[in-house]
């Protein structure tokens, strides 16, 4: 059984890699002009925007092939969809996380961000975890998927949802990951977004 300690961690960073995801896209915008492809089955016609990412690359072992976004102005329900590939040993370290059992997964997605005065100091508890993350794993287009739910423990209902496809072309690791409101709406753009890889 998860310790107090565990479950407080998670509730204060429960929306950290939604955020991460989120600022990272916000990045390659900020740092090229030239917008990617798309994908397919998440058109303009729907409300999605591409992103730009041009040839900027995080590191020497990232490639970003796409990325999407679909804001609350145009779209009923938001969301945000990509494909990166990973190589040599950036994806050898990312095929091992994606590999993970589900409670070191929970453990890594709902982690708070550390520095060393963070570290150094002891936090005191804010009170009961306020929301659940689950990890479940699933298989679709012929690949390993991986499903991130966080859920709110009180009656607003709010939930988000995190979907990852990842499979192995040739020496790459490519990963098709999508966020939304909920775990079908995940599913379903991150399905899209591996078929438009």
């Known amino acids: 059984m998860p310790s107090s300690t565990s479950k407080r961690e998670r509730m204060r960073s429960r929306f950290h ?5 989120l600022g990272c896209a916000m990045l390659l915008s900020a740092c090229s002009s030239h917008f990617g492809a798309g994908i397919a089955e998440l058109p303009a016609s729907q409300g999605w925007q591409p992103l730009p990412i041009g040839s900027w690359v995080l590191n020497d072992g990232l490639e970003a092939r796409s990325m999407v976004f679909c804001p609350r102005e145009t779209c009923s329900r938001q969301g945000f969809a990509s494909v990166v590939a990973f190589a040599g040993p950036e994806a050898q370290r990312m095929e091992q996380a994606l590999r993970a059992d589900a409670a070191s997964l929970a453990r890594i997605f709902s982690k708070p961000p550390t520095d060393e005065s963070r570290s150094r100091k002891k936090t005191k508890p804010k009170g009961p975890p306020k929301s659940t993350t689950t990890v479940t794993r699933f298989e679709a287009e012929g690949v390993a998927g991986i499903l991130v739910e966080i859920r709110a423990k009180d009656a607003s209902g709010k939930s988000a949802a995190t979907a990852i496809l990842h499979g192995r072309e040739a020496n790459r690791l490519v990963v098709a990951l999508a966020v939304a409101q909920d775990a ?6 991150a399905i899209a977004a591996w078929r438009g890889r």
């Open 17 to 21: 890699v939604t955020a991460l995801i």
């Open 184 to 189: 079908e709406a995940a599913r379903r753009d």
